[in-house]
């Protein structure tokens, strides 16, 4: 134990500090250090703090959050092993993670890396990283080592080796496709992944890039993915995929029930159906164009046959079932009817009814002052231009049915009539309106529970939304311009939807039950302030605090073991 002694020397009395221990069995001082005479003692304790020469303020929240999350699954050990390089510089593991947490924290491109990176705590997590080191040229090096085979051998191991660790559910997956646009010039022969179709975000003069992906259902974690061309169709693109999940997997799935995959029908097709062999343990849940089934789709949406759902998930939503041969099997059959969703299509079928009985008055007042002379100059309608025009403004859904248009001629001059179908009208809202059907081959799982898990959609929308978010976004920026770079790039961001999930899992196990967004907000507000104190002529001491955190955050400090990601 620490102790105070005096020393009178030439009449005025000193303290010290000091400690003793036992030595040979005598007391015999640990050490001293000096603190000066009792006024020099009492003029420090009064006076102010030494104010720091300057501060430094690191991102700790996010960046230690991922870090730790990508070194509890051995990220870049792992990656390293399927893709290995000269003992020179950082390793292609350490790029990929490195580009998989930046995706998920702030996403910029490879020229801006070293400029984020040395602003977080990996600064000193990776001291032999330098601005060389993660300079563009170099990811590009690096990178483009990586080939196709090696993408998905990497992905598999990594994916394995977590379901080996975490107790991830594997009973569900949901599958879905999108696609982002890319400014790759037309002209650009390098490039045969980006091709023009039709893009979801209604960027059609731009050439796209298609992204699949399956997810589990209950921890959103990313089983598999593929990037292909931006031109063909999803439904071709899901029997491909569909078979190198099954070959992944099959020894993953789980015994008994196996494994159900949820995908919308977008993706129907017999060949496809057919890929879901019986007794094979993969099983589906999806749903088919009402269109298709009209001997389904026409039935009264009040008809008697429709019970109210119990599960608390499905409020205001009724449904029955039967058997029915679709695509070639012997299918089960949920028809539902959901009171919100019939509200949302009411809304938007009168809204288009409104833009189209606006439209096509213009058309006829115009024809009517050509017939009264009004109108003289150029040129004259036909009735097959007339015609044209009309359908042209007809095009959305069920207008066609709902709004009836007659062209007829005076003195040559076409004539435009038209008036809103009701009885039409009264038939869609009561039969098409608010439905879904939905189809599965788990033959002995309740009406909820199928319903349920159809809907359980969201889960990968929800991760396209985030990946096309410009400001949490995994995707953009993507300046890449050659196939095997693009593919390399949907690597690093599925990797870090991998990290997000995990850190998600994370969260809600220690019920912390919060989204995304929110998560994220409560991360960055972490920072880690190092104050710089002068201590002599060319010294320097270091003090490193937190950022005031609130009860959130404080358990989100010690649940990723942030402390140790501080400066000692």
């Known amino acids: 134990m620490a102790y105070i002694t005096r020393k009178r020397i ?51 929240g996010c960046p230690a959050a991922y870090l730790n999350t990508a070194e509890h699954i051995k990220m870049i050990q792992i990656l390293d092993n399927v893709l290995p390089k000269r003992n020179q510089g950082p390793s292609i593991g350490f790029y990929l993670t490195l580009a998989a947490i930046n995706r998920g924290i702030e996403a910029v491109s490879k020229r801006s890396m070293w400029k984020w990176f040395q602003d977080t705590i990996l600064f000193r997590a990776f001291p032999e990283v330098n601005k060389a080191s993660l300079s563009s040229q170099r990811f590009w090096d690096n990178m483009s080592t990586i080939t196709e085979d090696k993408i998905h051998s990497a992905w598999l191991k990594l994916v394995n080796s977590v379901l080996d660790r975490e107790n991830i559910d594997l009973s569900c997956a949901t599958y879905d496709g999108t696609n982002f646009y890319s400014f790759i010039g037309s002209f650009n022969t390098r490039c045969s992944v980006a091709k023009r179709g039709k893009n979801k975000q209604g960027r059609r003069d731009l050439r796209q890039i298609n992204y699949a992906l399956f997810c589990t259902r209950k921890d959103h974690f990313p089983l598999y993915f593929d990037v292909f061309e931006g031109n063909r169709h999803d439904s071709k693109e899901f029997g491909v995929v569909i078979e190198r999940f099954f070959q992944a997997f099959n020894e993953r799935k789980p015994h008994g029930d196996g494994m159900t995959i949820v995908f919308d029908k977008g993706n129907n097709s017999i060949d496809n159906f057919d890929k879901f062999i019986e ?35 499905l409020d205001q939503v009724k449904a029955f079932r039967t058997r029915k041969k679709i695509y070639g099997k012997n299918l089960t059959v949920a028809v539902t009817f959901n009171n919100n969703l019939y509200t949302c299509q009411v809304k938007s079928i009168n809204n288009e009814i409104n833009k ?44 066609k049915k709902l709004i009836k248009t007659t062209v007829t001629e005076h003195n040559g001059i076409p004539m435009l009539t038209y008036e809103l179908d009701t009885d ?25 529970e199928i319903v349920v898990t159809y809907r359980s959609q969201y889960i990968i929308e929800d991760i396209f939304k985030q990946m096309k978010d410009r400001k949490r976004g995994t995707w953009w920026p993507m300046y890449h311009w050659t196939d095997n770079m693009i593919k390399v790039h949907g690597l690093y961001c599925s990797l870090s939807l991998l990290l997000r999930a995990l850190i998600m899992k994370k969260v809600q196990d220690a019920a912390m039950p919060m989204s995304m967004t929110k998560l994220h907000d409560k991360l960055s507000g972490i920072r880690e302030v190092l104050n710089i104190f002068p201590r002599g002529k060319n010294k320097q001491v270091t003090q490193s605090v937190v950022s005031k955190m609130d009860e959130v955050q404080q358990r989100l400090f010690d649940l990723f073991g942030m402390k140790k990601n501080l400066s000692s």
């Open 10 to 60: 030439k009449g005025i009395t000193y303290y010290y500090a000091e400690e003793s221990e036992r030595r040979d069995g005598k007391s015999r001082r640990k050490w001293q250090k000096y603190l000066g005479p009792l006024h020099k003692i009492i003029e420090a304790m009064e006076r102010a703090p030494p104010k720091p020469k300057y501060a430094e303020v690191f991102q700790l």
């Open 279 to 313: 007794d094979s343990g993969f099983h589906f849940v999806g749903s088919v164009k009402p269109d298709d089934h009209k001997d389904l789709a026409l039935i009264s949406n009040s008809d008697k046959c429709f019970t109210a759902l119990s599960h608390p998930r």
């Open 356 to 399: 189209c009985l606006g439209k096509l008055p213009v058309i006829s007042g115009k024809l009517e002052d050509r017939i009264a002379g009004l109108i003289t100059k150029g040129k004259k309608p036909t009735k097959e231009s007339i015609k044209r025009q009309v359908a042209s403004i007809l095009t959305g859904q069920h207008m």
């Open 424 to 448: 039409e009208y009264a038939k869609l809202a009561d039969t098409y309106l608010g439905k879904n059907i939905i189809i599965t081959d788990n033959h002995d799982w309740s009406t909820e």
